[in-house]
């Protein structure tokens, strides 16, 4: 038999969309409560890219792809906090162009960076962004080093973290995930985390929606709620909306922005344990392609060397000589549908030639940047590829990037479930409300109206803030 | 004939880790147990739309072998194991290369993970 709770408003997601909603409903005096799929565990509970956070933290244990022309595979947070508890942090603000655009192409109202700087300003006070103290790691400094050779601007960019120096005078960082910043502050307003419970659909009945779910042990429960905001990622938003019935302009337009990953070899030691994460990133060609660097530990070292196992020797033996870096684009598209029986939602992708195009073109300036600055081997993640050792060996890279080959991932997914007042494109009007369905909101980064060119995550937690603050006022 | 995925996967695993264990020239390091787990682990955790056509591959591979050499691939040597491994691997065809790159990959991770924790 099935358990029921009653409750004002319901939100299904508790990453920076649904943290945000929930906790500034509920300071507002709103009887709320925040359901989410994953487990509430404390922030450091398992080391950041090992095997067990892979397992309690990431949806599917990370084995996640979308399927196309191309494969892309693609992680998400399935935790209380999620998305912002596995990511870098990487901060930015949006560029003021890219909201613009949007406004344009889907008729956003009140969008711009002035309407929106009220709302990152709050977040920001919240969610704290720091700028990296002191030197930044070798792996950084080797991609910073190369633009600057090269005449291109490089920044450094500040994470959603608090640094500080441990006993040893060496610097540490906390994460500023929505487990450790919105989340408390929703439970001190009087709010109601149910954590470890899935949501499969939902209906309005009798003026109410009923949200059927499921706890941990396979117990029945019954949200009865007045309102609903879904804020359960650019997937799987599209995904339960579509399995309750709402289809018009749902999941038909996910974006996301595609990632190509390299290893770089140095002649110097440059991959030192103990420091922090990297922070530059290349912005000379924004917003066609970005390059950045990763966290380097040995294990991410070795799996992205999966397509070169030839050389597994060198990571083997030379691994602190080596960094991994990507090129990150903007283009990309891809649909979200359910599969009759199943549970998990399917992915399909595509990647027309001028997305694989760019995608070897921020390749291509990659290892121009990578070379510049000193290294010897670069290893891109293209099944089969030649190893870059010099200029000429970059010029025989492709101009189209095989798509079968490619190991492209990526962080970013939005653009599901479109804002805008736009009907024959918008799942929503310019705030999250659901176009002709009376007390149905979304706030999350489905509403985002395309790539955002740099990080998300300060975008969604904005754009969040604003809607919900409309709703309140 | 019934597939033990389990016993499949543990060949496969033994094959991956072996290979590893060829390219950085260290074949005293033939710990299996941790990938393993890992790759079983996380084929638990997939999208369960992918699992059926996923150990339908798993049985196509296991049984293969045994048109050319008599038995499943999980009762082979070690060296045809990897000699296997590696034809699929690289493969003209997509779904033979990502099914071995589905275990690769895995198997990589977890043993270098494992592999940092014991030094």
Known sequence: ?473 | MGLDFRQCSSGIVGAAVANLCDEIKSPDRLQTHEPLEFVLSQYDRMPDYLRLPFKLIAWIFDAAPILVHGRPFHKLSLATRQQIFLNWKNSSLGFKRDFIRFFDTLVIFAWYSEHELTT
């Open chain 1, 1 to 473: 038999m099935s358990n029921t709770i009653t409750t004002a408003i319901t939100v299904i997601g508790s990453g920076p969309g649904g943290a945000i909603t929930a906790a500034r409903l509920a300071e507002a005096g709103r009887q709320v409560l925040l359901v989410e799929e994953g487990a509430h565990l404390p922030q450091g509970s398992v080391p950041n890219f090992s095997l067990k956070e892979i397992s309690q933290k990431y949806r599917n244990g990370g084995v996640t792809v979308g399927f196309g022309n191309a494969k892309v595979a693609y992680v998400e947070g399935r935790v209380v906090g999620g998305g912002s508890e596995v990511n870098r942090g990487m901060y930015h603000r949006i560029h003021s162009e890219t909201l613009e655009e949007w406004g344009r192409s889907h008729r956003v109202d009140s969008l711009s960076l002035d309407d929106l700087r009220p709302h990152f300003d709050a977040c920001e006070s919240i969610t704290r962004v720091s700028d990296l103290p002191g030197v930044p790691p070798m792996t950084s400094m080797k991609l910073h080093e190369g633009a600057q050779k090269l005449g291109w601007k490089s920044l450094q960019v500040p994470r959603l973290v608090q640094y500080e120096k441990n006993d040893d005078g060496r610097l540490i960082d906390h994460k500023e995930a929505m487990s450790t910043t919105w989340i408390p502050r929703f439970l001190a307003a009087g709010g109601t985390l149910l954590a470890d419970t899935r949501v499969s659909r939902f209906k309005q009945h009798s003026g109410k929606w009923h949200v059927d779910a499921t706890t941990k042990g396979g117990q029945p429960l019954t949200i009865v709620t007045d309102r609903l905001f879904l804020a359960c990622g650019a997937i799987h938003t599209p995904a339960l909306l579509r399995r309750s019935g709402i289809k018009t302009n749902i999941g038909n337009s996910l974006r996301f922005h595609p990632m190509l990953k390299v290893v770089a070899q140095f002649r110097e030691e440059i991959n030192l344990l103990g420091v922090p994460d990297p922070v530059h990133q290349v912005v000379e060609y924004d917003p066609k392609f970005s390059l950045g660097s990763s966290m380097s530990l040995r294990p991410l070292l070795a799996l992205s060397m999966c397509d070169h196992q030839e050389y597994m020797h060198e990571v083997e033996h030379n691994w602190k000589q080596m960094g991994i870096y990507y090129t990150q684009t903007v283009g990309g598209y891809a649909s979200v549908r359910n599969v009759p029986w199943f549970r998990d939602p399917l992915v399909r992708v595509k990647m027309d030639e001028s997305s694989l195009h760019e995608v070897a073109d921020g390749l291509k300036h990659l290892c121009q940047a990578l070379l510049a600055s000193g290294a010897i081997a670069i290893y891109p993640g293209i099944a089969g590829s030649a190893v870059i050792h010099s200029q000429a060996d970059v010029d025989r890279l492709p101009d189209v990037l095989p798509p079968d080959k490619a190991n492209l991932s990526t962080l970013h997914l939005f653009s599901s479930c479109p804002m805008g007042e736009d009907r024959v494109h918008c799942a929503t009007d310019s705030f999250g409300n659901v176009h002709g369905v009376d007390r149905l909101h979304i706030a999350d980064a489905s509403l985002l109206c395309g790539p955002t060119v740099v990080n998300p995550q300060g975008t969604v937690m904005a754009v969040a803030h604003r809607n919900v603050q409309h709703f309140l006022n």
